[in-house]
């Protein structure tokens, strides 16, 4: 099949862990590349931001990247993109006339609306995945939500108007049959793993002479849940936490949330036991995952949660907030520990407890790992979503094809 990626903001090409590049990047080049490699051909267009980029490239996984003219060719903030999507969508369709794919899949809202806009005319079937949706956003953060105000609407009319939303977890579904999305119209397959490159045997980061070492990696923004694994430190003797996002190292001082969390450490008498470890190279991460004694991932809310999933392949055990698709992802019990968030006691205890019970987080990590293996590969994600395009390329029902894709466990 002939598939047409939209990921506006999100490039595939783009660094981790800085503002507005996270798992969405991520996961729009692992699956376009498992794409590329179960025979399909891969074209991502998103937007350019930066005058030097290639109008197209092939890069080395197979699929193809389209650098799209949308608005100035520079760095802008996501939230305020919304006025370039028209171009955008305009652009896109050019394309896609000169060269026709099977299906188009948007990634984000603001995808969403630039692939309806632009297949209206031509018949072609859009399948969507929001990654995250703003009536959650708004619903935790509340007035310190920067997204456009159309974004709910946009959001309800995509959910009309694609021939499937491809859901990542049971979470996302059940606030998407709230918005009026037909239950029979949704597919759930969560993110992947590259189970190849996050495995538990291989070098680990060096040690810092603590006792135990917890984990944490994101974006620095508050509801990653930084701050209260900070708050909950105290009550964690001789545990040091690494938190890995944001700006490179030598750049860490200039960002308002880096700072922000290194005030709270020095304020809570932590400040020698949290180490902001900045943007960490990809390849360095399985090291750096192998070398924890527990991955803490304790958002307020989470679509999904790639990093949960990285760690149990490298057989940590996780923390893991009780939210979103780490509901699915990490099993309590059997692959790791859920914690209410937002609630830095309750993560204090969970964390106490299970660095004091070594077996107890050996068995956790050989679970977390059989399980990323058995459900996660991206291989196997990228073959349940090709019977989603299958699906709707013949004009049915995603959820006919795909009724054990209902749940991730």
């Known amino acids: 099949m002939r598939i047409a990626m939209v990921s506006e903001h999100a490039s595939p090409l783009a660094a981790l862990g800085e503002v507005d590049a996270g798992g969405q990047n991520l996961h729009v080049a692992e699956l376009s590349a498992a794409l ?16 030097r980029q290639a109008p197209r490239l092939r890069t080395p996984a197979g699929y193809d990247v389209v650098h799209v003219p949308a608005g100035p060719a520079r760095n802008v903030g996501k939230d ?3 006025p370039h999507m028209g171009e955008f969508a305009r652009y896109l369709q050019r394309c896609l006339r000169r060269q026709r794919p099977d299906a188009v899949h948007s990634h984000f809202w603001m995808s969403g609306l630039v692939a309806v806009l632009a297949c209206r005319e031509l018949g072609i079937p859009v399948l969507h995945t929001y990654h995250a949706l703003g009536v959650v956003k708004r619903r935790h953060q509340g007035a310190a939500d920067t997204s456009p105000r159309q974004r709910p609407a946009v959001e309800a009319m995509i959910g009309r108007s694609a021939a499937a939303i491809v859901a990542t977890c049971t979470d996302e579904m059940f606030e998407l ?28 980061a060096p040690a810092s002479g603590h006792a135990h070492r917890v984990v944490g990696v994101g974006r620095l923004v508050p509801r990653k849940g930084f701050a209260d694994l900070i708050a909950a430190l105290p009550g ?27 005030e709270l450490a020095a304020w809570a008498g932590v400040a020698d036991r949290v180490r902001l470890a ?100 991206w291989d196997r994600i990228a073959f349940d979503v090709q019977r989603v395009y299958e699906r709707c390329v013949v004009g049915g029902q995603p959820s006919d094809v795909l009724p054990a894709v209902g749940s991730a466990r």
């Open 177 to 204: 049959v709230r918005m009026g999305v037909s239950r029979r119209r949704i597919a759930i397959v969560p993110c992947g793993v590259d189970i190849g490159q996050f495995h538990p045997n291989g070098p680990r």
């Open 236 to 262: 964690v003797p001789g545990a040091e936490l690494v938190i890995v996002g944001g700006p490179e190292p030598a750049r860490l001082g200039q960002d308002a949330e880096a700072r922000r969390l290194a």
């Open 278 to 377: 900045g943007q960490v190279q990809r390849r360095r991460m399985p090291a750096l995952l192998r070398s924890a004694d527990l991955v803490a991932c304790v958002p307020w809310y989470e679509p999904f949660g790639i990093v949960a999933l990285e760690a149990m392949a490298c057989g940590v055990p996780v923390v893991a907030s009780a939210v979103g698709g780490l509901i699915d992802t990490v099993v309590d019990g059997r692959t790791g520990v859920h914690v209410p968030p937002r609630r830095p006691a309750a993560l204090s205890a969970a964390l106490r407890e299970l660095l004091a019970d070594p077996g107890g987080r050996a068995e956790l990590g050989l679970a977390g790992r059989d399980r990323a293996v058995s459900r996660y590969s």
């Open 80 to 82: 305020e993109l919304l």
């Open 36 to 51: 590329v490699r179960q025979g399909h051909d891969v074209t991502v267009y998103t937007r350019r931001d930066d005058p």
